[in-house]
């Protein structure tokens, strides 16, 4: 389509369906989400468990639960290569975004274990919201946004509870700007596909 008949509506139509496209992808591959956000849970959730109820000194060890999420992620990684197709530009915008978390996230780490963990959850559950925030607009989809600004909430509301309670604050954190709408949107297009299967 040359550039005098491609009109506003046609424009507008065309972001449209690359929005659409990027979705069914993000929702093909929110596995690598699901993994690394349950990952978290159990870290979560598991650190608090051994640091609180069974007073266990070495209760960092269940992050090294990161290792499994690293390696799922890198076998599905692997497999789903070789049968990549053309991605649109909002796709790769969600991939640089995605993969500038992963990179922030490794770095947090490197600086938390020099200057104390006990103020990384606070600004963990920051990039939690940020990265299902900006997911959130770029595929106009409401479910992140609102588990972003709920994130947000907590993060602030992290910084101000003990170390402790921080634990369970990320896990709920990660619950809702993750898990539950990283499983509404695949749920929305495993519908959509059974629909289109049935009517074929």
Same mark, same amino acid.
């Given at each position: ?30 596995? =690598? ?8 849970? @159990? ?5 608090? @468990? ?5 007073? =266990?000194?070495?209760? =960092? ?10 390696? @799922? ?72 946004? =609102? ?54």
């Amino acid at each position: 389509m040359d550039n005098d008949s491609f009109s506003p509506a046609d424009s507008l139509q065309l972001i449209r369906s690359m929005i659409e496209k990027t979705r069914q992808e993000f929702s093909d591959n929110s596995i =690598y989400f699901l993994v690394w956000g349950w990952g978290a849970i @159990i870290g979560c959730i598991g650190q608090f @468990i051994l640091k609180v109820v069974y007073q =266990y000194p070495y209760h =960092y060890r269940i992050w090294f639960i990161t290792f499994i999420c690293l390696a @799922i992620t890198i076998g599905l990684g692997i497999r789903r290569k070789q049968q990549q197709k053309v991605k649109t530009y909002v796709g790769e915008s969600m991939g640089y975004l995605w993969n500038g978390m992963g990179i922030s996230f490794f770095t947090a780490s490197i600086i938390f274990m020099e200057i104390g963990w006990q103020y990384c959850f606070p600004f963990f559950i920051l990039f939690y919201g940020l990265g299902t925030f900006v997911s959130g607009k770029i595929l106009q989809y409401k479910p992140f946004v =609102y588990g972003g600004l709920v994130a947000f909430s907590l993060a602030i509301a992290a910084a101000w509870s003990p170390y402790d309670y921080q634990m369970l604050i990320a896990a709920l954190a990660l619950l809702v700007s993750y898990i539950i709408p990283g499983h509404m949107l695949q749920n929305r297009y495993r519908k959509t596909n059974r629909i289109k299967n049935s009517n074929t």
